[in-house]
Each structure stands twice: as C-alpha cells, then as structure tokens.
C-alpha cells in the first residue's frame, strides 16, 4: 500500500481507466486493462465496449475471475462471440479507438519489444511474440501502454519492434503506412508517460504520489524530458476507489505492493 | 453418414505423420486439445510444423518433447507463467534441437489461414507495417496498394494451410458435423483449409442434435477425418460452458519445466506414465470434478420451423 489508502497496481488501474473515453471500443486484454476497463464503466464511461482477440466483445466485465480472456465467464453473457479476424478485423476496418498492451522492453519513441530481447539475428532472450500486440499497436486509434518502469526494459532504442510505436520519432509511423494511432499513455508504476513534440518522443507527464523526478529519470534508460506543467498523477477519486473495490471482490489488486 | 468415430491414439497414429504441419488448437487460450498434445508425445512425432496463435504451453510441451522442426505462430509461452522455458532452450540454445521460427501476429495468422481456406492468393493487410516481424519473417512482402493514386504501403500475406487440424468442440454426431460456442478463434480457417481434420469431441451427440441448429456449426463436417470422444481433452485449458481452466496446473509445469531435468520428470509424471486419457482424468481426480461446469445458463431457442 501507498500509505494513501490505495495501493500502486490500483493506481495504475485507474489511471488507466481514465484513458477510456465514453463510447469507446478499446481492446482491454487481462490483468490490469480488463480492471481498468471495469472501472471505466462504472464511472465516465458506462457505453465503453470491450474487445477480446479470441473473438469476443462485452459491455460488462464477467462477473468472475478471469486467468484469461477465453475463460467461461467471459463467454457468459458477451456481446458478440464470434472469431477472431472478425473482432481484429474491427482494427483494419477503423472501428477500434484504443487497445491496451504490456511489453518486455520499450524505447523513447513507444515502440515495444516482446519477441527476442537482442534481436533476431543476435537473439538473447527468446520471450513469446506478438500475439495480438503487433496488430492492435499499428491499427487502434490509440495505443495504451502498461510496464514496470525498470531501467533495462525502458531502453534507448528496442532491439527488435514487434509492435510500432512512433518508430523512429517525426513522421516515420505515417511514412512506414501506419496511418495514424500510436501510444498515447505509457503508465508505470512510477509515472505516466506521454509522446511529446513533433518527435512524438515519450516524456514525462505526470508523477504518482511518493516518487520524485529523480526516481522516474534514474530508471528510464534515455534522456526523459518532462513535458511543460507535468505535476503529480491525480489521486484516485472515491468513486474510482468505490468502483475498483466493486469490480474486484477479493482485493487481489488492493493487497498488491 | 459415414461413421468416423475413433479413439484418439489411432487417430493420432493413421491421421498425423511425422514432419506435418500441425493446428492443434485454434481459439487461442482455450480449447486446446492437450490430450493430442499427450499422445503426440507419446508416440513420438517427429519435425512437426505446429501453427498456432497461442495454444498455451501445449507447444512448449510439443518443443520439449522434440516433436518440433517448424514454428509458425503468434506467440509461444505459457499464459499463466509467462516465458515458455522449451521454446527459449530450443531457440536460445538449440535444445532439444533447433526450431524455424516463423513469426506472425494474431491477425496475419489468422489473414493467413483465410487465403488458405478460400484459395485467396495472398491477404493485403495493414497490421505489422513498421513492425520488425517484417524483417524476422521473409514470407511476408510488402508493396504499395495498386488501388489508390497516393502511396500507400501493405503487407501481403501469403496462404497458410494445414496438413492437420486438431479441435475441440463442445458436441459432434460421428460424423463429424458439430457444435461449437463462445469464441472461436481461428478454428474455422484452420479447418477448412486444413488436408485432414481430427474432431475431439467432449460430447458424442446424436445427428439430430447439430441438424437442430446448423448456425453453431464452425466448419463443414464433410471434411472432417476423425472423431474422437475425449471428455476433459481440452484440461488444463478451458471450455466455454463445459470446463473451467487448471490455472494451478499450468503454473506447476511452468515451474517444473524451467529446467531439463524438472520438464523432463514433469513429462513421466503426465504423459508417459499416463497410458491414456482416460487414466488422465482418473489421475487427476477430484481435482477434474472441481473444474466441471455445474451451472446451467443455456440460450433461448431459435425457430427453423419451415411452415
């Protein structure tokens, strides 16, 4: 617990609720972004729709525990079972405003590593892959971006892009064919990041309580520039507070450090 | 109609051959047929190609095991434990032995099976433009849309299709026509491009039940080879409205597996000294019981009256 009467995985849950915008279709994911997307509708965002790559929609968060997204609670009671090009294919199509992702390793310019920590050709770490990652980076409106704000995973530069960010900073994400989106918020258990400039370089936004500059700049592998006005990341409301505690019955995300 | 009912093991041995490329599994965290994954193993396939966008840690097993030449999929690991240690030693390291990998995301390998389904020359998508995996994975080209006047860059995929699908559905008749509900992944494209189909059934139901309602049917039941019963073929993985998934289970191998020798007692203790799935489930016991869906929520009925 922070001390503040929250701990800093629900802060992060509701910062990242607060990215959802009314009405939006948003691929949630696990973890974090489903909670987020839960909090989402029970505060400012009650026609918010999410999506699932296994191909699955949902107005409501399943009313039970998920280990992942193809679980029969999440099948209960969706909005639309179907497959799984149908619900990406939303993506190509233009009809997915924001999509949610984690990742091994990220650079300044929000592109995201999960295939092979020293690149293909010089391999170190083999870690999973794309799955849907690569899609719902280079096709969602907006992308959302939830790390560990470790020095070795926020890096100079990925070794390997398996889901574009802003690329090489300017226009090279339009260049490359990618029209529009990219990562929005990167949100941290220290910070929220945001691109910046015509570079779109990600600099700091906003702080959490009880961590300084200092701690954010000694754990980000480049030179971060803090955006004019950044200040402390809002603390969470009541009603997000009272909404999280109602999504999550047993305080898994409450017990955590 | 003709009666395809078998039991898995000779499936197993007649349908699938040694360097085949393999869907085993296409919803990607669930329905996933681990009691294929067991008696692959068991009987020893080799060089198989296994096309996947998840299938959970059913290819780590696979990898482990050195059933494994050929990868082509969206993502390797296990999605309880994160990393998937057999795919990083046969990737890192080349243990058991090495592994092509052929990197795809979710969408281009589900673009891919489509082309191979319908015989659609290639799929243009958008996805993976900028993406390094245009770079790890040769197959793909890119062009410029030939449509628009303004440059426009796509991606070509090009068709993927099966030698084998292997997939759970909640009920088939012995011919294979069946039911499937909740999400299905990429289990249509699959089957249908796929050269043979091996139907692991939860439930053996009679014809009259999947003629009842032919818009639950996922794919053509006249392509399909084999049907198996295999209550439970999809645990530790779950099925909508049948099984809930072992989540202890998957985190146990992933422990187990992050070194050789730990993967390797993991595999007595589940496949090898487990002769089939029947003794599977008995193994697993009360455990099975627990994670059986007790509850009834079914849907409304729909009309087909014709008059």
């Given amino acids: ?257 | 109609m003709m009666d395809k009912l078998s039991n898995l093991p000779s499936a197993i041995a007649d349908i699938v051959r040694n360097e085949d490329s393999v869907v085993l599994g296409a919803c990607l965290e669930g329905n996933i047929p681990f009691c294929a994954t067991y008696e692959l193993i068991r009987q020893g396939k080799r060089n198989l190609t296994m096309i996947a966008p998840i299938s959970d840690a059913s290819t780590d097993m696979l990898i482990g095991a050195g059933c494994v030449a050929g990868l082509t999929g969206a993502w390797v690991g296990n999605v309880s434990g994160g990393l998937g240690h057999n795919y990083r030693r046969a990737a890192e390291k080349s243990m058991p032995h090495p592994i092509r990998i052929h990197d795809y995301s979710n969408f281009t390998l589900a673009a891919a099976l489509m082309a191979g389904a319908y015989g659609i020359p290639y799929m243009p998508v958008r996805s993976i433009l900028g993406s390094d995996i245009l770079a790890s994975n040769p197959e793909f080209k890119q062009t410029t849309n030939p449509f628009t006047a303004e440059h426009e860059p796509v991606v070509l995929v090009p068709p993927l299709k099966a030698d084998v699908a292997i997939l759970p559905v909640q009920r088939s008749d012995r011919a294979g026509n069946c039911h499937l509900w909740g999400s299905s992944g990429v289990t249509t494209e699959a089957a249908i491009g796929a050269a043979r189909i091996i139907v692991v059934a939860d439930e053996i139901v009679e014809a009259e039940i999947i003629a009842s309602d032919p818009s639950r049917v996922p794919f053509p039941g006249w392509q399909v080879s084999a049907v198996c019963q295999v209550p439970a073929g999809c645990h530790p993985s779950p099925m909508a409205g049948r099984w809930r998934r072992d989540n202890a289970f998957l985190n146990d191998y992933h422990l187990r597996s992050r070194e050789v020798e730990g993967f390797q007692a993991w595999l007595k203790e589940w496949v090898f000294d487990v002769p089939d799935h029947a003794a599977y489930r008995a193994k697993l016991g009360e455990r099975l019981d627990a994670l059986q869906i007790k509850g009834w929520a079914p849907s409304a009925p729909v009309n087909y009256a014709s008059e």
């Avoid at chain 1, 992308?143 to 890096?155: C, E, G, K, S, Y």
């Avoid at chain 1, 989106?181 to 945001?194: E, Q, S």
Wanted: charged content about 20%.
């Fill in chain 1, 1 to 257: 617990m922070s001390g503040e009467g929250y701990s800093t995985q629900e802060l992060m849950i509701i910062a990242a609720a607060r990215e959802i915008h009314d009405g939006e279709v948003v691929f949630v994911g696990m973890r974090l972004p489903i909670m987020a997307f839960g909090v989402a509708r029970l505060t400012h965002a009650p026609n918010a729709v999410g999506l699932f790559e296994c191909g699955l929609a949902r107005y409501e968060p399943a009313a039970d525990m998920l280990y992942t997204m193809t679980d029969p609670p999440n099948q209960k009671g969706a909005a639309w079972a179907t497959s799984l090009f149908q619900v990406m294919g939303l993506l190509q199509g233009g009809h997915v405003d924001a999509g949610f992702i984690g990742g091994a390793e990220i650079d300044r310019f929000g592109n995201i590593n999960t295939s092979y920590i020293g690149g293909h050709t010089r391999m170190k770490v083999k870690l999973p892959g794309s799955g849907g990652a690569a899609d719902i980076a280079g096709m969602a409106k907006r992308l959302l971006v939830i790390m560990n704000h470790d020095p070795h995973r926020f890096v100079q530069r990925v070794s390997y892009v398996t889901s574009p960010g802003y690329l090489d900073g300017g226009d090279s994400r339009h260049q490359a064919g990618l029209d529009g989106g990219g990562p929005t918020a990167v949100i941290t258990d220290l910070a929220i990041l945001r691109p910046h400039g015509r570079d779109h370089e990600l600099h700091l936004a906003s702080i959490h309580g009880g961590h300084t500059v200092n701690e954010v700049l000694a754990r980000t592998g480049w030179d971060l520039k803090i955006i004019p006005g950044a200040a402390q990341t809002p603390l969470p409301t009541a009603a997000e507070l009272a909404a999280l505690h109602r999504i999550d019955r047993d305080g898994f995300w409450r017990n955590k450090i």
